[in-house]
């Protein structure tokens, strides 16, 4: 069985945010831990799986406005 991971750019589609504003919560820290770490070197493409980021997702304060 394959398993799924979303991309920076996934995670930000799900939770309706644009690609620059979710490499911003990178950058600052405020993303979940990555499920999976995928190359090697200093910097390792990041994987989340959806129920991750579904989780955090609901527990997060200030969820600002919701992209349609």
Known sequence: MTIR??????????????????KKYADEGRLPEPDALIGDGDRPTKGWLPETVDTWQGARPGRGRKRT
């Open 5 to 22: 991971y979303l991309s920076l750019n996934g995670l930000a589609q799900r939770i309706g945010v644009s690609p620059h504003t979710a």
